[in-house]
Protein backbone atom coordinates (compact mmCIF):
# COMPACT_ATOMS: atom_id res chain seq x y z
CA UNK A 1 0.00 0.00 0.00
CA UNK A 2 2.65 2.38 0.81
CA UNK A 3 4.58 1.55 -2.12
CA UNK A 4 1.17 2.21 -3.88
CA UNK A 5 0.95 5.31 -2.87
CA UNK A 6 4.36 6.30 -3.13
CA UNK A 7 3.90 5.66 -6.94
CA UNK A 8 1.26 7.76 -7.16
CA UNK A 9 2.97 10.41 -5.50
CA UNK A 10 5.51 10.21 -8.04
CA UNK A 11 4.04 9.97 -11.03
CA UNK A 12 1.56 13.00 -9.74
CA UNK A 13 5.00 14.86 -9.51
CA UNK A 14 5.96 13.83 -12.96
CA UNK A 15 2.63 15.05 -14.14
CA UNK A 16 2.87 18.46 -12.33
CA UNK A 17 4.76 21.31 -13.69
CA UNK A 18 5.41 22.20 -10.07
CA UNK A 19 8.93 20.90 -8.96
CA UNK A 20 8.28 18.69 -5.88
CA UNK A 21 11.32 17.72 -3.26
CA UNK A 22 10.39 14.01 -2.26
CA UNK A 23 10.82 13.22 1.26
CA UNK A 24 13.40 10.92 1.87
CA UNK A 25 11.51 7.34 2.54
CA UNK A 26 10.07 6.82 6.23
CA UNK A 27 12.46 4.88 7.70
CA UNK A 28 10.68 1.54 8.84
CA UNK A 29 10.70 0.64 12.75
CA UNK A 30 9.27 -3.20 11.43
CA UNK A 31 12.74 -3.58 9.14
CA UNK A 32 15.03 -1.86 12.04
CA UNK A 33 13.52 -4.88 14.65
CA UNK A 34 14.51 -7.66 12.03
CA UNK A 35 18.23 -5.65 11.59
CA UNK A 36 18.77 -5.60 15.46
CA UNK A 37 18.10 -9.38 15.44
CA UNK A 38 20.85 -10.55 12.71
CA UNK A 39 21.08 -8.02 10.34
CA UNK A 40 23.26 -9.35 7.55
CA UNK A 41 20.04 -11.52 6.69
CA UNK A 42 18.30 -8.90 6.71
CA UNK A 43 20.34 -7.03 3.92
CA UNK A 44 22.07 -9.65 2.82
CA UNK A 45 25.65 -7.84 3.78
CA UNK A 46 28.56 -10.59 3.73
CA UNK A 47 28.25 -12.38 6.76
CA UNK A 48 31.08 -10.55 9.60
CA UNK A 49 34.23 -12.39 10.59
CA UNK A 50 36.11 -11.69 13.67
CA UNK A 51 34.89 -10.14 16.84
CA UNK A 52 33.10 -6.81 16.96
CA UNK A 53 35.94 -4.46 18.34
CA UNK A 54 33.48 -3.17 21.29
CA UNK A 55 32.62 -6.99 22.26
CA UNK A 56 34.45 -7.36 25.67
CA UNK A 57 37.75 -10.06 25.81
CA UNK A 58 35.71 -11.65 28.99
CA UNK A 59 32.57 -12.11 27.13
CA UNK A 60 31.69 -15.95 26.08
CA UNK A 61 30.77 -15.06 22.39
CA UNK A 62 32.42 -14.93 19.36
CA UNK A 63 32.42 -14.49 15.79
CA UNK A 64 29.74 -13.39 13.88
CA UNK A 65 26.93 -13.39 17.31
CA UNK A 66 29.08 -10.14 18.09
CA UNK A 67 28.08 -8.20 15.53
CA UNK A 68 24.14 -8.51 16.13
CA UNK A 69 22.96 -5.71 18.28
CA UNK A 70 20.68 -8.37 20.14
CA UNK A 71 24.25 -9.78 21.95
CA UNK A 72 25.26 -6.79 23.55
CA UNK A 73 22.20 -4.84 24.07
CA UNK A 74 19.76 -7.50 24.73
CA UNK A 75 16.14 -8.86 23.88
CA UNK A 76 14.81 -6.92 26.52
CA UNK A 77 17.26 -3.71 24.81
CA UNK A 78 18.34 -2.87 28.48
CA UNK A 79 21.72 -5.02 28.41
CA UNK A 80 23.47 -5.50 31.47
CA UNK A 81 20.13 -3.95 32.95
CA UNK A 82 18.37 -6.62 31.90
CA UNK A 83 18.16 -10.20 31.24
CA UNK A 84 21.93 -10.10 29.77
CA UNK A 85 22.34 -9.16 33.32
CA UNK A 86 24.53 -12.40 34.04
CA UNK A 87 25.17 -15.72 32.13
CA UNK A 88 26.44 -16.51 28.93
CA UNK A 89 25.33 -13.51 27.45
CA UNK A 90 27.14 -10.91 29.79
CA UNK A 91 28.80 -8.14 28.30
CA UNK A 92 28.26 -5.56 30.96
CA UNK A 93 27.47 -3.32 28.29
CA UNK A 94 24.18 -0.78 28.42
CA UNK A 95 21.20 -0.90 26.96
CA UNK A 96 19.16 1.29 24.30
CA UNK A 97 16.09 1.17 25.98
CA UNK A 98 15.22 5.17 27.20
CA UNK A 99 18.38 6.57 25.47
CA UNK A 100 18.95 10.40 25.55
CA UNK A 101 20.42 10.16 22.78
CA UNK A 102 19.23 11.90 19.34
CA UNK A 103 18.45 10.01 15.75
CA UNK A 104 22.00 12.32 14.74
CA UNK A 105 23.79 11.06 17.58
CA UNK A 106 22.79 7.64 17.45
CA UNK A 107 23.47 6.90 13.53
CA UNK A 108 26.86 8.49 14.02
CA UNK A 109 27.35 6.42 16.70
CA UNK A 110 26.11 3.14 15.02
CA UNK A 111 28.15 3.94 11.50
CA UNK A 112 31.19 5.48 13.14
CA UNK A 113 33.82 5.07 14.66
CA UNK A 114 34.48 8.94 14.82
CA UNK A 115 32.33 9.69 18.36
CA UNK A 116 32.81 7.28 21.83
CA UNK A 117 31.74 3.98 21.59
CA UNK A 118 31.06 4.56 17.67
CA UNK A 119 30.68 1.11 16.15
CA UNK A 120 31.53 1.55 12.55
CA UNK A 121 28.72 -0.47 11.09
CA UNK A 122 29.35 1.22 7.40
CA UNK A 123 32.49 -0.60 7.86
CA UNK A 124 30.96 -3.92 8.15
CA UNK A 125 28.31 -3.86 5.74
CA UNK A 126 25.04 -1.63 7.05
CA UNK A 127 23.74 1.40 4.76
CA UNK A 128 22.44 4.41 5.71
CA UNK A 129 19.01 3.14 4.84
CA UNK A 130 19.81 0.01 7.18
CA UNK A 131 20.93 2.40 9.71
CA UNK A 132 17.93 4.79 9.63
CA UNK A 133 15.62 2.11 10.18
CA UNK A 134 17.67 0.98 13.03
CA UNK A 135 17.29 4.26 14.70
CA UNK A 136 13.48 4.19 14.15
CA UNK A 137 13.19 1.03 15.78
CA UNK A 138 15.03 2.45 19.04
CA UNK A 139 13.15 5.27 18.66
CA UNK A 140 9.54 3.88 18.30
CA UNK A 141 9.64 0.23 18.40
CA UNK A 142 11.69 -0.21 21.42
CA UNK A 143 9.18 -1.07 24.63
CA UNK A 144 9.82 -1.82 28.18
CA UNK A 145 9.31 -5.14 28.29
CA UNK A 146 9.10 -5.05 32.43
CA UNK A 147 5.37 -3.98 31.29
CA UNK A 148 4.81 -7.28 29.46
CA UNK A 149 7.21 -10.00 31.36
CA UNK A 150 7.69 -10.19 35.30
CA UNK A 151 10.70 -10.99 37.21
CA UNK A 152 10.26 -14.98 36.82
CA UNK A 153 9.64 -14.99 32.92
CA UNK A 154 5.95 -15.49 33.06
CA UNK A 155 4.54 -13.03 30.82
CA UNK A 156 1.39 -10.72 31.59
CA UNK A 157 -1.40 -11.43 29.29
CA UNK A 158 -4.95 -12.74 28.90
CA UNK A 159 -3.79 -16.39 27.11
CA UNK A 160 -7.38 -17.35 25.36
CA UNK A 161 -6.80 -14.02 23.67
CA UNK A 162 -3.50 -15.21 22.79
CA UNK A 163 -4.73 -18.46 21.80
CA UNK A 164 -7.14 -16.41 18.87
CA UNK A 165 -4.32 -14.28 17.99
CA UNK A 166 -1.83 -17.53 17.95
CA UNK A 167 -4.10 -19.74 15.39
CA UNK A 168 -6.66 -17.71 14.06
CA UNK A 169 -5.99 -13.65 13.86
CA UNK A 170 -2.54 -13.02 12.80
CA UNK A 171 -2.08 -13.56 8.57
CA UNK A 172 -0.93 -15.81 8.15
CA UNK A 173 -1.47 -17.75 11.96
CA UNK A 174 1.47 -18.71 13.56
CA UNK A 175 -0.48 -22.20 13.46
CA UNK A 176 0.12 -22.62 9.58
CA UNK A 177 3.67 -22.82 10.26
CA UNK A 178 4.49 -23.82 13.37
CA UNK A 179 1.64 -26.00 14.36
CA UNK A 180 -1.30 -25.89 16.98
CA UNK A 181 1.25 -27.20 20.05
CA UNK A 182 4.26 -25.11 18.27
CA UNK A 183 6.36 -27.70 17.61
CA UNK A 184 5.98 -28.42 13.72
CA UNK A 185 8.98 -26.16 13.06
CA UNK A 186 12.38 -27.60 15.37
CA UNK A 187 14.64 -24.89 15.67
CA UNK A 188 17.62 -27.11 16.66
CA UNK A 189 18.08 -30.62 16.44
CA UNK A 190 15.94 -33.16 16.75
CA UNK A 191 17.54 -34.88 19.77
CA UNK A 192 17.06 -31.28 21.47
CA UNK A 193 14.63 -29.62 20.38
CA UNK A 194 13.38 -26.07 20.40
CA UNK A 195 9.99 -25.42 19.46
CA UNK A 196 7.96 -21.77 19.88
CA UNK A 197 7.07 -23.51 23.77
CA UNK A 198 10.73 -23.70 24.43
CA UNK A 199 11.72 -19.82 23.55
CA UNK A 200 8.69 -19.04 25.40
CA UNK A 201 10.11 -20.62 28.52
CA UNK A 202 13.60 -20.26 28.56
CA UNK A 203 13.91 -16.92 26.39
CA UNK A 204 10.06 -14.80 26.58
CA UNK A 205 11.91 -11.36 25.44
CA UNK A 206 13.52 -13.16 22.59
CA UNK A 207 9.67 -14.89 21.58
CA UNK A 208 8.20 -10.98 22.07
CA UNK A 209 10.76 -9.35 19.94
CA UNK A 210 10.06 -12.36 17.33
CA UNK A 211 6.34 -12.26 17.79
CA UNK A 212 6.23 -8.67 17.40
CA UNK A 213 9.18 -8.28 14.31
CA UNK A 214 9.28 -11.82 12.85
CA UNK A 215 12.00 -13.76 11.88
CA UNK A 216 15.03 -12.24 9.69
CA UNK A 217 14.81 -14.11 6.26
CA UNK A 218 11.82 -16.26 6.53
CA UNK A 219 8.16 -15.46 5.87
CA UNK A 220 7.28 -15.11 9.34
CA UNK A 221 4.96 -11.94 9.85
CA UNK A 222 5.47 -9.12 11.92
CA UNK A 223 2.29 -9.30 14.45
CA UNK A 224 2.67 -5.39 15.16
CA UNK A 225 3.58 -4.32 11.34
CA UNK A 226 0.48 -6.13 10.75
CA UNK A 227 -1.46 -4.01 13.12
CA UNK A 228 -1.34 -6.28 16.55
CA UNK A 229 -0.91 -4.44 19.75
CA UNK A 230 1.75 -4.96 21.63
CA UNK A 231 -0.42 -6.58 24.72
CA UNK A 232 -1.31 -9.16 21.81
CA UNK A 233 1.65 -9.97 21.33
CA UNK A 234 2.12 -10.90 24.94
CA UNK A 235 -1.35 -12.64 25.34
CA UNK A 236 0.30 -14.59 22.63
CA UNK A 237 3.42 -15.22 25.01
CA UNK A 238 1.14 -15.99 27.88
CA UNK A 239 -0.69 -18.93 25.75
CA UNK A 240 2.70 -20.07 24.48
CA UNK A 241 4.07 -20.55 28.04
CA UNK A 242 0.95 -21.92 29.86
CA UNK A 243 -0.08 -24.36 26.84
CA UNK A 244 2.53 -25.11 24.53
CA UNK A 245 5.10 -27.57 24.74
CA UNK A 246 8.83 -26.41 25.99
CA UNK A 247 9.93 -29.45 25.59
CA UNK A 248 9.18 -33.27 25.17
CA UNK A 249 9.97 -35.94 27.18
CA UNK A 250 7.98 -38.30 24.81
CA UNK A 251 10.44 -40.33 22.98
CA UNK A 252 9.49 -41.52 18.98
CA UNK A 253 8.84 -45.01 20.51
CA UNK A 254 8.04 -45.99 23.53
CA UNK A 255 11.01 -46.64 26.18
CA UNK A 256 11.41 -50.11 27.18
CA UNK A 257 12.11 -49.87 31.17
CA UNK A 258 9.08 -48.70 32.52
CA UNK A 259 7.15 -49.84 35.58
CA UNK A 260 4.60 -51.98 34.50
CA UNK A 261 1.33 -52.58 36.28
CA UNK A 262 -1.42 -55.38 37.10
CA UNK A 263 -4.16 -52.97 36.08
CA UNK A 264 -4.39 -49.90 33.90
CA UNK A 265 -7.10 -48.21 32.08
CA UNK A 266 -7.43 -45.76 29.26
CA UNK A 267 -10.18 -43.07 27.81
CA UNK A 268 -9.74 -40.84 25.13
CA UNK A 269 -12.73 -38.55 24.12
CA UNK A 270 -12.15 -36.10 21.35
CA UNK A 271 -16.04 -34.69 20.63
CA UNK A 272 -16.09 -31.63 17.71
CA UNK A 273 -16.49 -29.03 20.33
CA UNK A 274 -12.60 -29.55 22.17
CA UNK A 275 -14.11 -27.56 25.60
CA UNK A 276 -15.61 -31.44 25.89
CA UNK A 277 -12.00 -33.08 25.13
CA UNK A 278 -10.86 -35.67 27.61
CA UNK A 279 -8.20 -38.34 28.58
CA UNK A 280 -8.29 -40.36 31.93
CA UNK A 281 -5.49 -42.79 32.86
CA UNK A 282 -5.13 -44.76 35.49
CA UNK A 283 -2.11 -46.82 36.29
CA UNK A 284 -2.75 -49.13 39.13
CA UNK A 285 -1.75 -52.08 41.40
CA UNK A 286 1.92 -50.94 39.70
CA UNK A 287 5.46 -52.17 40.67
CA UNK A 288 7.68 -50.93 43.19
CA UNK A 289 7.68 -46.85 43.53
CA UNK A 290 9.72 -44.86 45.78
CA UNK A 291 8.60 -40.97 46.49
CA UNK A 292 11.91 -39.55 45.61
CA UNK A 293 11.14 -41.32 42.01
CA UNK A 294 8.24 -38.53 41.39
CA UNK A 295 11.01 -35.66 41.20
CA UNK A 296 9.27 -32.53 42.17
CA UNK A 297 6.87 -31.86 39.70
CA UNK A 298 6.02 -28.22 41.24
CA UNK A 299 9.10 -26.80 40.72
CA UNK A 300 11.91 -28.54 39.14
CA UNK A 301 10.60 -31.86 37.59
CA UNK A 302 8.26 -32.01 34.39
CA UNK A 303 6.21 -34.91 33.19
CA UNK A 304 4.92 -36.07 29.92
CA UNK A 305 2.02 -38.75 29.23
CA UNK A 306 2.76 -39.96 25.91
CA UNK A 307 0.44 -41.60 23.43
CA UNK A 308 1.88 -44.05 20.91
CA UNK A 309 -0.04 -46.41 18.44
CA UNK A 310 1.05 -48.99 16.27
CA UNK A 311 0.77 -49.34 12.69
CA UNK A 312 1.98 -52.92 11.52
CA UNK A 313 3.68 -53.60 15.20
CA UNK A 314 5.85 -49.77 14.14
CA UNK A 315 4.76 -47.51 17.33
CA UNK A 316 4.81 -44.13 16.77
CA UNK A 317 4.26 -41.15 18.74
CA UNK A 318 0.23 -39.89 18.43
CA UNK A 319 0.43 -37.34 20.84
CA UNK A 320 2.39 -35.80 23.76
CA UNK A 321 0.89 -34.11 26.87
CA UNK A 322 3.55 -31.95 28.35
CA UNK A 323 3.16 -30.71 31.80
CA UNK A 324 5.59 -27.85 33.01
CA UNK A 325 6.14 -27.78 36.78
CA UNK A 326 3.89 -25.96 38.42
CA UNK A 327 2.26 -24.72 41.49
CA UNK A 328 -1.04 -27.41 41.02
CA UNK A 329 1.04 -29.96 42.18
CA UNK A 330 0.77 -30.39 45.83
CA UNK A 331 3.57 -32.94 47.75
CA UNK A 332 2.20 -35.57 50.07
CA UNK A 333 5.89 -36.44 51.19
CA UNK A 334 6.43 -39.14 51.80
CA UNK A 335 3.01 -40.65 50.22
CA UNK A 336 3.69 -38.89 46.39
CA UNK A 337 2.03 -36.19 44.68
CA UNK A 338 -1.63 -34.77 44.03
CA UNK A 339 -2.51 -32.68 41.48
CA UNK A 340 -5.35 -30.27 40.83
CA UNK A 341 -6.30 -27.54 38.93
CA UNK A 342 -9.50 -26.51 37.95
CA UNK A 343 -8.43 -24.85 34.89
CA UNK A 344 -6.63 -27.11 33.34
CA UNK A 345 -4.07 -24.30 32.86
CA UNK A 346 -1.04 -26.57 31.94
CA UNK A 347 -1.91 -29.03 28.86
CA UNK A 348 -5.20 -29.35 30.54
CA UNK A 349 -4.10 -31.44 33.60
CA UNK A 350 -6.74 -31.34 35.90
CA UNK A 351 -6.33 -33.90 38.34
CA UNK A 352 -3.58 -36.43 39.08
CA UNK A 353 -2.14 -38.91 42.03
CA UNK A 354 1.67 -40.09 41.95
CA UNK A 355 1.50 -42.72 44.76
CA UNK A 356 4.60 -44.86 45.79
CA UNK A 357 4.15 -48.24 47.28
CA UNK A 358 5.78 -52.19 47.43
CA UNK A 359 4.80 -54.12 44.27
CA UNK A 360 1.08 -54.10 43.83
CA UNK A 361 -0.08 -50.90 46.00
CA UNK A 362 1.53 -48.52 43.80
CA UNK A 363 -0.86 -45.94 42.04
CA UNK A 364 -0.27 -43.32 38.69
CA UNK A 365 -3.21 -41.16 37.01
CA UNK A 366 -3.63 -38.46 35.11
CA UNK A 367 -7.04 -36.70 34.29
CA UNK A 368 -7.26 -33.73 31.49
CA UNK A 369 -9.77 -31.88 30.01
CA UNK A 370 -10.82 -29.31 28.00
CA UNK A 371 -9.12 -26.88 25.00
CA UNK A 372 -5.76 -27.31 26.28
CA UNK A 373 -5.59 -30.74 25.90
CA UNK A 374 -4.15 -31.80 22.23
CA UNK A 375 -5.50 -35.38 21.37
CA UNK A 376 -4.43 -37.10 18.65
CA UNK A 377 -6.46 -36.87 15.63
CA UNK A 378 -8.28 -40.18 14.99
CA UNK A 379 -6.50 -42.21 12.26
CA UNK A 380 -10.13 -42.53 10.19
CA UNK A 381 -13.43 -41.74 9.89
CA UNK A 382 -15.01 -44.42 12.31
CA UNK A 383 -11.37 -45.43 14.50
CA UNK A 384 -9.38 -43.45 16.77
CA UNK A 385 -6.25 -45.51 16.57
CA UNK A 386 -5.03 -47.94 14.54
CA UNK A 387 -3.88 -50.38 17.58
CA UNK A 388 -2.39 -52.81 15.03
CA UNK A 389 -2.00 -54.25 17.05
CA UNK A 390 -1.52 -51.90 20.51
CA UNK A 391 -1.70 -48.72 21.97
CA UNK A 392 1.00 -47.93 24.38
CA UNK A 393 0.34 -44.75 27.41
CA UNK A 394 3.56 -43.97 29.39
CA UNK A 395 3.66 -41.69 31.93
CA UNK A 396 7.48 -40.27 31.68
CA UNK A 397 9.17 -37.60 33.94
CA UNK A 398 12.72 -35.85 33.71
CA UNK A 399 14.23 -37.92 36.36
CA UNK A 400 13.92 -40.58 33.74
CA UNK A 401 11.32 -42.82 35.74
CA UNK A 402 7.90 -43.91 33.52
CA UNK A 403 5.16 -45.99 34.09
CA UNK A 404 3.55 -47.67 31.61
CA UNK A 405 0.76 -49.61 30.17
CA UNK A 406 -0.01 -51.30 27.06
CA UNK A 407 -3.41 -52.08 25.48
CA UNK A 408 -3.99 -54.70 23.20
CA UNK A 409 -7.71 -54.51 22.90
CA UNK A 410 -10.11 -51.92 22.92
CA UNK A 411 -13.74 -51.25 24.70
CA UNK A 412 -14.32 -48.74 22.26
CA UNK A 413 -12.63 -47.56 19.10
CA UNK A 414 -14.05 -45.26 17.58
CA UNK A 415 -14.21 -41.88 15.67
CA UNK A 416 -14.46 -39.46 18.63
CA UNK A 417 -13.83 -42.18 21.44
CA UNK A 418 -11.00 -45.05 22.73
CA UNK A 419 -11.66 -46.55 25.60
CA UNK A 420 -9.50 -49.72 27.21
CA UNK A 421 -8.27 -51.57 29.94
CA UNK A 422 -5.83 -54.05 30.57
CA UNK A 423 -5.77 -56.86 31.22
C1 LIG B 1 29.94 -5.69 20.39
C2 LIG B 1 28.98 -5.05 21.22
C3 LIG B 1 27.97 -4.13 20.57
C4 LIG B 1 27.17 -4.41 19.49
C5 LIG B 1 27.15 -5.64 18.61
C6 LIG B 1 26.32 -3.27 19.33
N1 LIG B 1 26.59 -2.35 20.29
FE1 LIG B 1 25.59 -0.63 20.60
N2 LIG B 1 26.83 -0.16 22.16
C7 LIG B 1 27.89 -0.93 22.56
C8 LIG B 1 28.58 -0.22 23.60
C9 LIG B 1 29.83 -0.71 24.32
C10 LIG B 1 27.89 0.97 23.81
C11 LIG B 1 28.17 2.02 24.84
C12 LIG B 1 27.21 1.77 25.95
C13 LIG B 1 27.81 1.71 27.30
O1 LIG B 1 28.17 2.80 27.76
O2 LIG B 1 27.91 0.62 27.89
C14 LIG B 1 26.76 0.96 22.88
C15 LIG B 1 25.83 1.96 22.80
C16 LIG B 1 24.81 1.99 21.88
C17 LIG B 1 23.83 3.03 21.79
C18 LIG B 1 23.78 4.26 22.67
C19 LIG B 1 22.95 4.05 23.88
C20 LIG B 1 23.01 5.27 24.79
O3 LIG B 1 21.99 5.72 25.25
O4 LIG B 1 24.13 5.74 25.05
C21 LIG B 1 23.00 2.73 20.76
C22 LIG B 1 21.82 3.53 20.27
C23 LIG B 1 23.47 1.49 20.20
N3 LIG B 1 24.55 1.06 20.92
C24 LIG B 1 22.88 0.86 19.14
C25 LIG B 1 23.35 -0.33 18.58
C26 LIG B 1 22.78 -0.95 17.41
C27 LIG B 1 21.61 -0.43 16.61
C28 LIG B 1 23.50 -2.08 17.18
C29 LIG B 1 23.37 -3.08 16.04
C30 LIG B 1 23.50 -2.52 14.70
C31 LIG B 1 24.50 -2.15 18.22
N4 LIG B 1 24.37 -1.08 19.05
C32 LIG B 1 25.38 -3.20 18.34
C33 LIG B 1 28.23 -2.16 22.09
C34 LIG B 1 27.61 -2.82 21.05
C1 LIG C 1 4.88 -18.20 7.17
C2 LIG C 1 5.40 -19.10 8.18
C3 LIG C 1 5.49 -18.58 9.60
C4 LIG C 1 4.51 -17.97 10.34
C5 LIG C 1 3.11 -17.61 9.94
C6 LIG C 1 5.10 -17.76 11.64
N1 LIG C 1 6.38 -18.21 11.67
FE1 LIG C 1 7.61 -18.22 13.27
N2 LIG C 1 9.13 -18.85 12.10
C7 LIG C 1 8.99 -19.29 10.80
C8 LIG C 1 10.27 -19.77 10.33
C9 LIG C 1 10.55 -20.36 8.97
C10 LIG C 1 11.18 -19.60 11.39
C11 LIG C 1 12.66 -19.94 11.42
C12 LIG C 1 12.83 -21.36 11.78
C13 LIG C 1 14.28 -21.77 11.94
O1 LIG C 1 15.12 -20.92 12.22
O2 LIG C 1 14.53 -22.96 11.81
C14 LIG C 1 10.41 -19.03 12.49
C15 LIG C 1 10.94 -18.71 13.73
C16 LIG C 1 10.19 -18.44 14.84
C17 LIG C 1 10.71 -18.29 16.16
C18 LIG C 1 12.15 -18.22 16.53
C19 LIG C 1 12.91 -19.42 16.69
C20 LIG C 1 14.32 -19.21 17.13
O3 LIG C 1 14.64 -19.64 18.22
O4 LIG C 1 15.10 -18.63 16.38
C21 LIG C 1 9.64 -18.10 16.99
C22 LIG C 1 9.67 -17.92 18.48
C23 LIG C 1 8.46 -18.08 16.17
N3 LIG C 1 8.82 -18.30 14.86
C24 LIG C 1 7.17 -17.87 16.63
C25 LIG C 1 6.09 -17.57 15.81
C26 LIG C 1 4.81 -17.09 16.27
C27 LIG C 1 4.43 -16.92 17.72
C28 LIG C 1 4.06 -16.84 15.16
C29 LIG C 1 2.68 -16.21 15.06
C30 LIG C 1 2.64 -14.84 15.54
C31 LIG C 1 4.86 -17.21 14.01
N4 LIG C 1 6.08 -17.64 14.45
C32 LIG C 1 4.42 -17.17 12.69
C33 LIG C 1 7.84 -19.28 10.05
C34 LIG C 1 6.66 -18.71 10.44
Redesign the pocket.
Known amino acids: MIRFLRHAFLCLALLSTTVFVPSPAAADAIR?GL??DQ?WVVNGAPVPTG??????PAGSKSGNA????????GWDYK??AGAYGSGSHF??????F????TAGQ?TD??KTVAV??G?G?QNYG?TDTD?AD??E??QTGVIDTDFYIDGSKAFFGDASQGETNYSAVSAPACTLCHGAEGTAINFKVPADPEWVGTLGAGNPWELLHKIRFGQPGTGMPSWIGDGGSDQGAADMGAYVQQNLPAFSLCTDTPRAACAQSAKATVLIKKPVDPSKAKLKFKWVKGAEVQHADFGDPGVTTNYSLCLYDSNVSIDSLAAAIDVRPNPAWLSQSPKGWKYKDKLGAYAGLRKALLKPGTTGKSKATFIAKGVNLALPVAVGAGTFFGQDPDVTVQLVNESEQCWTATFATAKKNEAEIFKAKQP
Not at 66 to 73: A, G, L, M, P
Open positions: GLWWDHPLYPTFRCKECHGATGIAGVGTTLMLIANHFLILVFI
